[in-house]
């Protein structure tokens, strides 16, 4: 995709990057939370 | 329910006679109603059963169906946040009741969006074939499918304690915290874009209803309706169900109502304070003298103003049967702001007589989908452990 | 009150994220699209136009649409205000003067209805699996091979204009006028521009059409309105109208503004991966804090409960010591007294013996 002419073009592209990211964040913010808490001391 | 129409109705072939209850034949024939207009919806096209037309293509199935159903089963996501991730552990009992008409709202949402759409089962295609990415139904959709997949899988302890499988109620219960996130997340989502749906639309839906705030309007009410509609259901369901609560959920009770009156309370005034600022940003305070004017602060001060002084008034005074009626009064205003949005605030330039009203049959299928909602709300409850913790998990979930 | 506390911060997390989208989180606010070049329209000239419904005719013919009761050369239809609908892709109106007003000697305006093949168009943007196409010669295209019917697409078009067949159980379509697409691709005029006999339509890029149409109205000022609706309009249409009434007078809006379709939802739209991002810590935060809270309330609660006991217990055993003394003292009191009456009597046994 060289040029976007219309906004309807380029949101179509953005959007689209964005949600994959969005999907990417979520299973990386999970499993980043599994590292963090991994070693606290059980109560 | 009543022995004695079970009887009177009472059929003499019929071995089990209390089949035959008032509220099993008045369901019965909603249900067979029901599926008479279905087969002529999928058989001769929506213009067969609905009075949709080119100006108004959402009918009452979107107006309430989808979208006050969407904000009614909200309870889900606001009571499994406030136990799990606030840590209010007083109003445990309340979760397994409000997860299970949150799965069934949204289960329900899905089997009316089938008799709208003109090619249901192209459904999957916004996730196989294209994407709109620009399209905000596009992300109400994710949304709301994932959202129904976290909400069986939070439903899914109670069928499994009641089936006896330890190991996979186990491990559901251990996802607990991250589906609650997760719930909240895409609730807040889908919840807010089902608003900004209609920001595409300046020009079709009135200034007093259209605002660039129409996102957080829908999400902060969703809130409300979510807090009311547990209070509502836990008060059918003391009414028709308490020999199936247990001794932890009737004495919770009253502290459910109490906490979600004044949570509520507090919230309706934080929405009462930002449509008073939707108003003033766009500088539509002439508008209020107007006709639409004057239905909209009905919605204001009849449905916002005065159920937030209603449950303020009855959680000072401990008033559960005041905090009762006004859970009811609220959810009915949510519903009817939704209903405004979709169906009477849009298209408020169109003459009267090209507005649209529904078909009796499309009220006939709304009707049906709650009545079937119901029954199988009923069905799990008195077999589940859903108002009662099961004997052998008494672990706490 | 805590509790509350922690509530309303979330909500205000909430709250501020509405405010961001209700201003510019705007992705493209900073950019500038120009639409695809050389791209061709269609002008409407309103003061030709006599209302012949010979481009309906036209249409219908072309995409082989089904016949309507009444034949295209009934011009009692125009007594009805129509709009497109799943059978008619154009309309023609009739616009009479406004009764009451003094003006009803005025001769009645005459405007063809369809598709404006927006530069942005609103159906696009709202469609979630991408059913319209905006083409790079202009007209905007549907795929009926994905659309599910969802018709979102009729709530977003500011000019009311795609249809449905409701009456379709199994295939049922939007229908709207596609610029006749195919013709042009194959270097043919659209159906109606062929048939109109006034030049009321005229076919070509839209740059030039604007010229065309700004010449015409500087060359007949006192009979044409200084301006071209549909040059900005939503952010610009393809099929554009110049005329010699207000547009108001020929049944057109004048209050869509300018802003493109796709804009109007781009801030909500920006504000659904900050959600993503941000909520799941916010959260994590609030779960991890209130975890704490209970963990030191129970801390505190077994330290208490320690304490207490403790302290019963010192209490228990200071009584039970002081018991077991006065006891002995007791005990030590009698013993004395009893050796004491012991010694006498053997002192008194003695001294009688």
């Known amino acids: 995709m060289d040029v976007f002419y219309t906004l309807q073009d380029f949101m179509t592209y953005t959007k689209g990057v964005t949600y994959l990211l969005m999907a990417a964040i979520l299973l990386g913010m999970a499993g980043f939370w599994c590292f963090l808490t991994d070693r606290d001391e059980d109560e | 329910m009543s022995q004695e129409?079970?009887?009177?109705?009472?059929?003499?072939?019929?071995?089990?006679?209390?089949?035959f209850t008032r509220f099993n034949v008045i369901a019965g024939i909603i249900v067979i109603i029901g599926l008479v207009i279905t087969i002529l919806r999928f058989s001769g096209g929506l213009a067969t059963v609905t009075n949709l037309d080119d100006n108004y293509p959402w009918g009452i199935w979107i107006g309430f169906d989808l979208m006050a159903g969407v904000a009614l089963a909200a309870g889900g996501f606001v009571t499994s946040a406030a136990v799990y991730v606030f840590g209010m552990k007083r109003y445990h009992s309340a979760v397994r009741p409000a997860i299970l008409t949150g799965f069934l709202g949204y289960a329900l949402v899905v089997v009316a969006l089938h008799y709208d759409v003109g090619r249901p089962w192209r459904l999957p295609y916004p996730f196989i074939m294209q994407q709109g990415t620009t399209s905000l139904l596009f992300e109400v959709a994710a949304c709301v499918a994932l959202y129904l997949t976290v909400l069986f899988v939070e439903f899914s302890s109670a069928p499994l304690e009641w089936l006896g499988l330890k190991k996979a109620r186990n491990i559901v219960v251990r996802l607990?915290?991250?589906?609650?996130?997760?719930?909240?997340?895409?609730?807040?989502?889908?919840?807010?874009?089902?608003?900004?749906?209609?920001?595409?639309?300046?020009?079709?839906?009135?200034?007093?209803?259209?605002?660039?705030?129409?996102?957080?309007?829908?999400?902060?009410?969703?809130?409300?309706?979510?807090?009311?509609?547990?209070?509502?259901?836990s008060t059918l369901s003391h009414r028709y169900f308490a020999h199936k609560m247990d001794e932890t959920h009737l004495r919770e009770k009253e502290g459910v109502a109490l906490g979600f009156g004044k949570a509520a309370s507090l919230v309706l005034a934080g929405y009462f304070a930002i449509k008073v600022i939707g108003i003033?940003?766009?500088?539509?305070?002439?508008?209020?003298?107007?006709?639409?004017?004057?239905?909209?602060?009905?919605?204001?001060?009849?449905?916002?103003?005065?159920?937030?002084?209603?449950?303020?008034?009855?959680?000072?005074?401990?008033?559960?049967?005041?905090?009762?009626?006004?859970?009811?009064?609220?959810?009915?205003?949510?519903?009817?702001?939704?209903?405004?949005?979709?169906l009477i605030a849009f298209n408020w330039h169109l003459p009267s007589d090209e507005k649209y009203f529904p078909h009796w049959m499309e009220i006939g299928i709304s009707v049906f989908v709650v009545t079937l909602g119901i029954i199988v709300f009923r069905f799990i409850v008195t077999r589940m452990p859903i108002l009662y913790e099961h004997p052998d998990y008494k672990d706490g979930h | 009150m805590s509790i509350s506390r922690r509530k309303f911060l979330g909500w205000l997390g909430a709250a501020g994220m509405g405010t961001a989208m209700g201003s510019s989180a705007d992705a493209a606010s900073n950019k500038h699209f120009t639409g695809y070049p050389g791209s061709m329209g269609v002008l409407h000239d309103i003061n030709r136009c006599v209302g012949c419904r010979s481009c309906e005719a036209a249409c219908n013919k072309v995409n082989e649409l089904q016949s309507p009761d009444q034949v295209f050369?009934?011009?009692?239809?125009?007594?009805?205000?129509?709009?497109?609908?799943?059978?008619?892709?154009?309309?023609?109106?009739?616009?009479?003067?406004?009764?009451?007003?003094?003006?009803?000697?005025?001769?009645?305006?005459?405007?063809k209805i369809q598709c404006n093949h927006c530069l942005e168009p609103a159906c696009a943007s709202a469609c979630f699996v991408r059913a319209f196409t905006k083409t790079k010669e202009g007209a905007v295209t549907y795929d009926a091979s994905v659309c599910v019917g969802c018709r979102y697409c009729m709530i977003a078009c500011p000019f009311n204009i795609p249809a449905y067949e409701y009456d379709e159980a199994f295939t049922p379509r939007v229908m709207k006028c596609t610029m006749c697409h195919p013709r042009i691709m194959k270097g043919q005029i659209p159906g109606c521009v062929e048939s109109c006999p006034k030049e009321a339509l005229t076919f070509g890029k839209r740059d030039d059409l604007i010229k065309i149409a700004n010449e015409r109205i500087q060359k007949y000022p006192d009979s044409y309105v200084d301006h071209i609706y549909g040059e900005h309009e939503m952010g610009g249409t393809n099929w554009l109208y110049i005329s010699d009434v207000p547009f108001e007078r020929a049944g057109m809006r004048e209050d869509l503004g300018i802003t493109p379709a796709p804009q109007l939802t781009s801030g909500a739209l920006a504000g659904v991966p900050i959600v993503v991002g941000l909520w799941p810590v916010l959260l994590t935060g609030i779960y991890a804090m209130s975890k704490?809270?209970?963990?030191?309330?129970?801390?505190?609660?077994?330290?208490?409960?320690?304490?207490?006991?403790?302290?019963?217990?010192?209490?228990?055993?200071?009584?039970?010591?002081?018991?077991?003394?006065?006891?002995?003292?007791?005990?030590?009191?009698?013993?004395?007294?009893?050796?004491?009456?012991?010694?006498?009597?053997?002192?008194?046994?003695?001294?009688?013996?």
């Not at chain 2, 079970?6 to 089990?16: M, N, R």
């Not at chain 3, 505190?300 to 002995?328: F, R, W, Y």
């Open chain 2, 176 to 233: 607990t915290i991250l589906l609650t996130i997760f719930g909240v997340v895409l609730s807040t989502l889908h919840q807010s874009s089902l608003g900004a749906l209609f920001l595409i639309a300046p020009s079709k839906l009135h200034p007093l209803w259209y605002s660039g705030y129409l996102p957080v309007f829908f999400f902060i009410s969703s809130i409300i309706a979510g807090l009311s509609m547990v209070i509502f259901e």
């Open chain 3, 73 to 111: 050369t009934d011009l009692s239809v125009l007594d009805k205000k129509r709009r497109t609908t799943s059978d008619a892709y154009t309309v023609v109106n009739r616009y009479d003067p406004a009764t009451g007003t003094g003006r009803e000697k005025e001769e009645p305006v005459f405007r």
């Open chain 2, 5 to 19: 129409a079970a009887v009177a109705g009472k059929a003499p072939f019929t071995p089990d006679r209390s089949l």
């Open chain 2, 280 to 342: 003033s940003v766009d500088n539509n305070w002439h508008l209020l003298g107007t006709c639409y004017g004057a239905w909209f602060l009905v919605e204001l001060l009849g449905f916002v103003a005065l159920p937030c002084f209603l449950y303020a008034v009855g959680v000072r005074d401990k008033n559960l049967t005041l905090i009762k009626w006004t859970s009811g009064l609220t959810v009915f205003g949510v519903a009817l702001n939704r209903l405004n949005v979709c």
């Open chain 3, 292 to 353: 704490r809270k209970e963990k030191i309330a129970q801390e505190e609660e077994a330290q208490a409960v320690a304490q207490a006991v403790a302290g019963t217990e010192a209490e228990a055993e200071k009584k039970l010591s002081a018991a077991l003394a006065k006891a002995a003292k007791d005990k030590e009191t009698v013993v004395k007294k009893e050796v004491k009456k012991a010694l006498e009597e053997a002192a008194k046994a003695k001294e009688e013996s």
